[in-house]
């Protein structure tokens, strides 16, 4: 597609539900990004995967988060057991493999816990 | 990991006036740029720029690899300027790793 396109735009749900996120990155771009923004502050990273390599995992919170890419294309990121403290925007980037490419980022996630 | 500061965290500004934003990182890197997430929450790539000095209309950005700093000027601000302006890097010893953020800077343009 033209952009990096994320679904759903909105999810409410209730604590101790599991919830998908889904991101769709730019055709042909090797690399993408998790990010996790909660209201008023900055981006903090989660994920990142570039091409066959395995994805850095650093900035995953807990063990209730995690996230695969298939086919090195459509990835989902996965909450389990959702928490109130997981309310946030979750944005996804994405970049091609040249070193001096710019990052693309998606409309982002915004979910509610309830 | 590389640190990123940026300054001032907030800023007023009447329409018409001109501004500078700073962006401090504590390594060398080989990717810099400058977004503006705008009041809808939409990130907008602004400048790729880990060195020297670019120009797009009002905005421009220059950056100082050595002294690792990157400053973007904003002149003749308008109202539709207001939103949060985040810098991001990536270290050279992260050659394809992730990009860090900073705190980002909260403009307001009041007309």
């Known amino acids: 597609g033209a952009g990096v396109s994320q679904s759903p735009s909105n999810k409410v749900t209730e604590k101790g539900k599991d919830v998908e996120l889904r991101c769709d990155p730019i055709?042909?771009?090797?690399?993408l990004y998790w990010y996790r923004q909660s209201l008023g502050q900055g981006l903090e990273f989660l994920i990142y995967?570039?091409?066959?390599?395995?994805?850095?995992k650093s900035g995953l919170p807990s063990d209730r988060f995690s996230a695969e890419r298939t086919g090195g294309s459509v990835s989902t990121l996965t909450i389990q057991r959702t928490q109130q403290e997981d309310s946030a925007v979750y944005l996804c980037?994405?970049?091609?493999?040249?070193?001096?490419?710019?990052?693309?980022f998606g409309n982002g996630t915004r979910l509610t816990v309830t | 990991g590389i640190q990123v500061e940026q300054s001032p965290p907030d800023l007023i500004l009447q329409e018409g006036a001109n501004s500078t934003l700073r962006c401090n990182f504590s390594?060398?890197?080989?990717?810099l740029q400058w977004f503006h997430q705008n009041p809808w929450g939409q990130l907008i790539n602004l400048f790729y720029?880990?060195?020297g000095t670019k120009q797009n209309g009002r905005l421009s950005a220059t950056t100082v690899a050595t002294e690792r700093y990157s400053l973007l000027y904003i002149s003749s601000s308008q109202t539709t300027d207001s939103g949060v302006y985040f810098c991001a890097v990536r270290g050279t010893t992260d050659s394809w790793g992730k990009f860090q953020f900073g705190a980002g800077t909260q403009v307001v343009v009041t007309p």
């Open positions: 980037a994405s970049t091609s493999d040249r070193i001096n490419s710019p990052l693309h």
């Open positions: 720029i880990p060195s």
């Open positions: 055709s042909g771009h090797t690399a």
């Open positions: 390594d060398s890197v080989n990717n």
């Open positions: 995967f570039q091409g066959n390599s395995a994805p850095d």
